[in-house]
């Protein structure tokens, strides 16, 4: 159980276009899914947290006009990177909290961006 | 600002080996501290969480102990395999009761046969 899926898992466009990534969780209700960005050997980077029906809170230095965070339902989030540029590309992954006996975060396989 | 540092040196390790790795962390007082493995190109798994009264947990062949005093965690690998090579992050809850979390930058484990 707590399976969370991503899509699409890799992504290349050109600089300028805007970019849909799904974040679903598929076994069970998420009360809050989370968004992440990950460059080479670093840490993940925690962009904004968003509960189903309410607007998303961003992280400092995240703009939420540039990361549009909708979040539906209770296993469905996304998140467009709008007129995506070279230096949005990253690897960003979600997950998804409220299943776990310590509501430890249950993660997506990531998504993979490359803006040329 | 709060900070976690793990090593940021990989750990090569032989296989049957015990694996130790470290994660510190400075201006901070988290409720429970989280352990996660990540695989290269996917998301994070969940390992364990230790409670800030909890002295150690163990799982398996997983243990791991944590230190509010040094402000330290350490998790160990016993009877290390080369499949626990991979990279394991340690999480802190930001407070609040929000769920949220600073990662360390992780560390590279790799277990020769």
Not at chain 1, 16 to 32: H, N, P, Y
Not at chain 2, 31 to 48: C, E, I
Request: proline letters at 4%; glycine letters at 6%; a positive charge.
């Amino acid at each position: 159980g707590a399976v969370v899926s991503q899509h699409p898992s890799r992504v290349i466009c050109k600089s300028g276009t805007s970019v849909k990534i799904e974040c679903r969780s598929l076994d069970f209700q998420a009360t809050t899914m989370f968004w992440y960005r990950q460059f080479p050997k670093q840490s993940l980077m925690l962009m904004a947290t968003s509960n189903e029906g309410s607007k998303a809170t961003y992280e400092q230095g995240v703009e939420k006009d540039k990361f549009l965070i909708n979040h539906a339902s209770l296993t469905l989030s996304t998140l467009t990177v709008t007129s995506a540029h070279p230096e949005d590309s990253s690897f960003y992954i979600c997950s998804a909290s409220g299943q776990g006996v310590y509501n430890e975060q249950f993660f997506g396989p990531g998504t993979r961006l490359t803006v040329l | 600002s709060q900070k976690i540092e793990q090593n940021s040196e990989a750990l090569n390790i032989q296989e049957g080996k015990t694996a130790t790795l470290t994660c510190n962390y400075t201006n901070y007082s988290p409720a429970y501290l989280q352990w996660y493995r990540q695989d290269p190109g996917r998301g994070p798994v969940f390992l364990l969480l230790i409670r800030e009264n909890e002295k150690e947990k163990r799982k398996e062949r997983l243990k791991v102990t944590f230190d509010t005093t040094l402000k330290q965690s350490l998790f160990h690998i016993t009877a290390s395999q080369p499949a626990d090579s991979a990279t394991y992050l340690c999480a802190l809850d930001r407070g609040a009761g929000r769920g949220k979390l600073i990662f360390g930058q992780g560390t590279e484990l790799s277990v020769k046969p």
